[in-house]
């Protein structure tokens, strides 16, 4: 058996021990409330879901197992699958064991190719991710193994198949994405002696002659990786993979949340952003002029684009690290220092701004990354969702493949109409 293989079999018979110990102690006891603010409202506060892989706190952010942000950000995207999916970092062996098997399956057939070469030219490079993975849906081994007939408490186990099979296609597929719709569509080759994101950045070919631009990749590969259960993304993948739909449908769904304005393509609409501040006052822009800017904007119904979270309550400890990544690396790009100066001004815009009302001021992963990413030389913002999805892949894996071996079922939550609130109300209508 795989590391990874075991590692995950054995932290799904610790997690189980956990589940039947918190059923002992009150499969019946109440952990959250719903209001009827909340059956409006987007569900926002209710504990419903168990995810596993990893915790957003509102004050410390994201958590994988023991990890805090600052404590894994320095690790390659390989050992932050593992630990998603095992709980644990793996052993030096073990990665480049893990890292060989995803290079031995790195090889995206040419169909996928035929397909993405013949859309439309302005097709959404979110779109030809997600249709990308979705062709290869009849490639699934779970599918194929469940038509023969399996039995349930090893789903997981072709689950897992699944998931390498596809994490070990995305940096060609995410490369020959890029390349296809803002290149020349020559194809640059998977190289097996690079790693996952080394992969990636060599397969795109923006050239990178101090390596600044690999290493920022690193860290956006795994700043992006997963962040808990009830996001939009990985929820509807999860859903999804709880009809046993597949994991290629059910990556394809969490794609197609992910490139929502109000979800991952917020880092998009971020630079576009900065981008027109620079166009329009420069990165000279006094802190005056800035805040009457953001003011403008937001007084035109818009939102500022990076800022506020459904759960974080403090500054996202991910756009902190990219912060820290643009100081020591790219302080003087007029992208970072506009970014630098929102940051400055906008939280305390947004806090007095709709009387108090939006509950988080402070800005999320996605009002930094943009501006580094163009700094160094990738500077088609409407790729740049494909990278946070290529990440996230990941924790949309880890979830379904721990959540198929803990042999949860189909997801569904009951809904109720207007009507049912008003009789259970006893309000008659006026
Ligand atoms: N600018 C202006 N208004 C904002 C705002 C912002 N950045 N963030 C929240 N608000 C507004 C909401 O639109 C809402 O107004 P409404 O009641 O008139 O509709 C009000 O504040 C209350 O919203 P909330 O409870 O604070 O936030 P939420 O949980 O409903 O939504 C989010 C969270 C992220 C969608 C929202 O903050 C937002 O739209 N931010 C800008 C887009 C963004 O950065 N998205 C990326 C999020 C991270 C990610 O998934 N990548």
Redesign the pocket.
Known sequence: MSSIKEGIHDHLIELQEEIDCIFTAGRNTKVSEVNIGQIY??M?GVVALACNTSYVDPYSGLHIGDYTTDNFSHKLPEEIFFLLSTGKFPEAESLAEFQNDLNQRAQVPQYVWDVLRNLPRDTHPMTMLSLGILSMENESVFKREYQKGIEKRNYWKYTLEDALNILAKLPSLAAGIYRIRFGNGVLIAHDSKLDWSGNLVHMLGIPDGDKSFADLMRLYLVLHCD?EGG??SAFTSRVVNSALSDLYYAVSAGLNGLAG????L??Q??LQFILKIDEQLSDQVSEEELKAYVLDV?DSG?????????VLRVTDPRFTAFMKFGEENCSNSSCFKIAKKLFSVVPDI?KN??EG????PYP????MSGSLLHHFGLKQFDYYTVL?GVSRVMGFCAQNILAQGLGQPIIRPKSVTNKWVLENLAVKKK
């Open positions: 409202g987007g926002r962040h996001n939009v304005p109000l979800h991952g917020a880092n609409e971020c937001l818009k939102v500022i684009p990076g800022y506020g979270h459904a947004l701004y709709k009302k939006i509950a988080n999320n992963v996605d009002a946070f």
